[in-house]
Structures are given as structure tokens and as C-alpha cells.
């Protein structure tokens, strides 16, 4: 293993340079930093983590909450591909991720925030929880650096995609097409849900779009049996949506699937649309019409904030970050004239 020893001999420093070149102190030249830098990463060079732990109080370890209600755990292609992102932009930090549970030494059980100071996490990333539930409250109201996904929760550190703007767009595009009768499969009670219920009311009532209350139906995220019995339901009105919108990607391949069996042609004989923009969307046939959330910038901007809390907490701003998604048109939304929509 390389030492600062080692690294010294070779630039012909002292020890004491190569250790300030290394952690950037300010009385070192910028040219010499460069130097000493480059050595160290040619010969290999890899702190040593104890070492650092021991100097700046730190585990570089955060933590991440991460469940949901259907206990998809990372087979949930949208927050798989979240907490990919915030992975790679902790790693880059050098920091290491655990997931946080319940679990203890010699199968006791901790609570959430128990299990966080046993490991001695820097921060948490909490994404995809119910809020409600007493022990991710007591961890997110602690004084361990915290950072949300999708959620605003008091004080916190927030990073959440532009669900009202994504559902705006998504309207927008499908009445753009032609169609005035949308209905809308939403997911279960949530942040998400209820913003993107809000938008889709609004911008009907914007272009003067009636929704009836039987073309608005609830079913589970990433749902495929609920959404193909609402999509049934649908389809069976005296007078049926020309175009369904579906809570999420995964979700629609149940609407897909009973559309299909009925003999009817996508999108032909109805329009469909999803939210997510999962890579299995653009392998349906015809491609899914869909809202892409912004998955990379979502699990990057929520580790370097975090990351900067954790490091500079006296500076480090408390805010929403909000990012925005793109539509994806896909080839599931039929143009109708006039006569149809």
C-alpha cells in the first residue's frame, strides 16, 4: 500500500506537503498541489478511510430509506434508476451508501433512526415512503442530515420532479391530437399523485375540457391488474375515452394487455399515455407515449446537496429543488379530426 511517505520521497517534499497538497490546504501553490496530486494518483495512491473517519468525525457512509407500499424494492424500474444516479454522484464524493433497516446486531430489532446511529450514517436519502409512518417521521425530524425525493417535508432538503408541469405537458400533447374525452387511471394517496391530479383538472378546465367523474379512476402504482380492470371499466362505458392515461409506465402494460384481448388496435382504436418514461416503455410496440422524469439529475442533484449539508451544514442552503421532465411522443396517441375527439 502507498503511504504519504512514499509520495514524498518521489516529489522530494516532506510528509506535512504531501498531507496539505492532498486535503487542499490554502498555503500549498496551486502548481505544486497538481504535482503532488498527480504522483500520488500514478502510484496508486488511496487514503486511508480509518484515518480520515478519525480526523473529520466523519463515516463518508448515508444512508438510504428506500420502500414503498407494493414492496417493489429496486425491481421499481423509476427509483431503481434514481438511486443509480445517486450512487454514481456519492461514489464521485467518495462516500458509500447502506440501506437502512431494522435489523440489529443479534436479530434485535431498531427502529429506522436507531439503525441510522448504529451505523454512524453522515446523512440519509429517503425516497418512496409513507410519511405518515411514525419511525421515518422520528428519522427525518432528527438532526441527521436529511435529503427527500418526490416529497416536501418541512425544513428539509427536497429534490422532486415537476409532477403538475409533466401532467401539464402530457394534456397539453394529447389534446393537441384532438382528443376531448381523457380519462385518467391515477396511483394511490401521495404527493405525486395528488399534484399530478391537481395539474390534469386544471389544464382540462384550461382548454375547456369536462372529465366525468366515472373517466377518473384510482388503482396502485406499477398496478398492471388494477389497471387493466379500470382500463375494463373504461372501456365499457355507454360513451368510453378516447384516450387513457395511466399512472405510471409499468402500470399500462395491464391497460396493454386488456386492450389487446379485446381485439382492439393501439392506437387505433384508443389512445393510451404513461408517466415515468421506464426503458421498457420505448420496447413496447407501438412505443409508449409518456412523460420522461429526469432520473439522472434527480439522484445527482439529491447526493451533492445532501453531500454539502453533510460537509458545510452552516452554509449549505435547505431547499426544493425542482426538476423538470420531457415528453416522449411516443406512437400510442392516435390524431383525430374532428369527428372523433
Known amino acids: 500500500m502507498v503511504s504519504l511517505k512514499d509520495i514524498a520521497k518521489e516529489c522530494q517534499v516532506s510528509v506535512a506537503t ?8 490554502a498555503d500549498i501553490s496551486e502548481e505544486r498541489k497538481k504535482m503532488i496530486r498527480e504522483k500520488a494518483e500514478e502510484m496508486g495512491y488511496r487514503p486511508n478511510l480509518f484515518a480520515r473517519t478519525l480526523k473529520t468525525n466523519r463515516s463518508y457512509n448515508i444512508g438510504v430509506l428506500f420502500t414503498d407500499a407494493e414492496h417493489n424494492g429496486l425491481t421499481h424500474d ?6 443509480d444516479s445517486f450512487k454514481v454522484a456519492a461514489e464521485a464524493r467518495d462516500y458509500d451508501l447502506t440501506f437502512v433497516n431494522c435489523g440489529g446486531s443479534g436479530g434485535k430489532r431498531m427502529t429506522y433512526l436507531e439503525h441510522a446511529r448504529y451505523r454512524g450514517f453522515d446523512g440519509i436519502m429517503i425516497a418512496c415512503v409513507d410519511f405518515s409512518e411514525s419511525e421515518v417521521l422520528q428519522l427525518a425530524l432528527s438532526d441527521i442530515p436529511v435529503v427527500t425525493i418526490d416529497y416536501i417535508f418541512n425544513d428539509r432538503l427536497a429534490v422532486v420532479s415537476d409532477n403538475a408541469k409533466g401532467m401539464e405537458d402530457l394534456f397539453t400533447y394529447i389534446y393537441q391530437m384532438g382528443h376531448r374525452r381523457i380519462a385518467y387511471i391515477h396511483g394511490t394517496d401521495s404527493a405525486v399523485t395528488t399534484n399530478r391530479l391537481s395539474s390534469f383538472y386544471r389544464t382540462a378546465e384550461k382548454f375547456g375540457v369536462e372529465i366525468p367523474d366515472e373517466y377518473v379512476m ?3 402504482y406499477r398496478d398492471t391488474k388494477g389497471a387493466g380492470e379500470a382500463t375494463e371499466k373504461l372501456l365499457d362505458l355507454r360513451r368510453p375515452p378516447t384516450c387513457i392515461l395511466y399512472p405510471d409506465d409499468f402500470a399500462a402494460l395491464g391497460g396493454i394487455h386488456v386492450i389487446r384481448e379485446r381485439g382492439m388496435s393501439i392506437p387505433e382504436d384508443i389512445s393510451i399515455a404513461g408517466y415515468d418514461g421506464i426503458r421498457l416503455a420505448k420496447l413496447t410496440v407501438p412505443n409508449l407515449t ?3 422524469q429526469d432520473t439522472q439529475h434527480l439522484g445527482q442533484y ?7 449539508l453533510i460537509e ?15 415528453l416522449y411522443e411516443g406512437q400510442t396517441v392516435l390524431k383525430l379530426d374532428g369527428s372523433r375527439g
Do not use: W
Open 78 to 83: 423509476y427509483f431503481a434508476a434514481v438511486l
Open 302 to 308: 439529491a447526493a451533492e446537496k445532501l453531500i454539502d
Open 290 to 292: 409518456t412523460l420522461c
Open 218 to 220: 384510482m388503482t396502485r
Open 312 to 326: 458545510k451544514p452552516k452554509t449549505a442552503m435547505r431547499n426544493i429543488t425542482i426538476v423538470q421532465g420531457k
Open 18 to 25: 504531501v498531507s496539505k497538497a492532498l486535503n487542499d490546504h
